[in-house]
């Protein structure tokens, strides 16, 4: 079995090994793979001797990436600018992810780190490492990190891991085929003294209660739809935290028969729409996610939709689920 990392351009090489200055920028409201791809790229660059600026939008909202915003600049100086820095954008399918602070950004150079499965390039020839089947953008950050020919460090490792671990959802979104070569990388974070224990309680521990019995009663007012193929979940507006949608993903695909999960969440003037998937099924949210101006991977996947009532909103996806699954609505 090859791999499933193919080689990087010698362009997007070139250009990082000659930059003496570069932004390193993930998409807008981040999760974890966005901010840990972004710290450990950061860490290979400052390895380099580069100067680096890490850039995010936020908000920073979920409480294990909270601690991570001091990390952040909200926007780039105009000295730093007028460096000509390289722009180094992780995690980001299209050009609109960043948000703001890419804007000004628009007439440097810029090589793009990407693993979702749908999304427009928007990078010059030779200057994208896109691979779909990666499980994280860690993963890919990694790779380049090789191609570099930068050593491992611990706080390097440290970053990769976690990035690699939540995007995974602790190793359960992996499928046969990335799980062998990833988990041999994941081993050698390890083997500089990364716990995973430790890192899967830093990031799970300190819940509040609330937000537990939240969590709860989204799971208790789950639909069962199309056979039972499907669960239909709504998060209310007032029910603010971010976190909620990992328990209750993690909680609904346990249930027997389910291949799909879609969580519709409340925003005041939008719906985010969250989809999983299986593993097993044959279901490709991220294909649904883009065709609603989203993106994703086959098995996790989100946009943003206006003009729906909640109640809309379910009965489409719920069409276009029903499309995907070759089954009826019944």
Not at 41 to 51: I, N, P
Not at 284 to 289: F, H, M, N, T
Not at 303 to 328: F, H, V
Request: aromatic residues 6%; glycine residues 10%.
């Amino acid at each position: 079995m090859g791999s499933i990392f193919p080689p990087c351009e010698p362009r997007l090489i070139e250009a990082i090994e000659s930059t003496a200055a570069a932004i390193v920028i993930a998409h807008r409201n981040p999760d974890g793979d966005a901010l840990y791809s972004s710290l450990a790229m950061k860490e290979v660059l400052s390895a380099m001797g580069k100067e680096t600026l890490l850039l995010n939008e936020g908000p920073f909202l979920r409480d294990d990436i909270k601690p991570l915003e001091a990390l952040f600049a909200k926007e780039a100086g105009k000295d730093f600018i007028e460096r000509s820095p390289l722009v180094i954008i992780l995690d980001c399918s299209t050009e609109d992810r960043p948000g703001t602070p890419l804007v000004p950004l628009k007439e440097l150079r810029r090589i793009v780190i990407d693993h979702h499965s749908a999304g427009v390039p928007f990078a010059d020839e030779g200057m994208s490492y896109i691979v779909p089947e990666s499980p994280s953008t860690t993963m890919l950050v990694d790779v380049v990190r090789e191609a570099l020919g930068v050593p491992l460090t611990k706080t390097m490792a440290d970053y990769l891991y976690r990035g690699f671990a939540t995007d995974t959802g602790f190793y359960h979104f992996l499928n046969e085929r990335q799980a062998p070569e990833c988990l041999r990388r994941a081993a050698a974070f390890t083997e500089t003294g990364i716990s995973p224990y430790d890192v899967f309680d830093e990031m799970h521990d300190g819940r509040k209660l609330d937000d537990i019995k939240n969590a709860a009663s989204i799971i208790a007012a789950a639909r069962s739809e199309l056979g039972g193929k499907v669960l239909l979940a709504y998060q209310p507006a007032e029910m603010t935290n971010a976190g909620l949608s990992d328990s209750v993903y993690g909680s609904l695909l346990q249930t027997s028969g389910v291949e799909g999960i879609i969580l519709i969440k409340d925003k005041g003037d939008a719906l985010e729409i969250g989809f999983r998937a299986k593993n097993k099924s044959l279901l490709d949210v991220g294909k649904i996610a883009a065709a609603l101006g989203g993106g994703g991977h086959r098995c996790a996947a989100g946009a943003t939709i206006t003009g729906y009532t909640a109640e809309e909103a379910g009965k489409m996806l719920l069409s276009m689920m029903a499309k995907e699954l070759n089954c009826t609505g019944e």
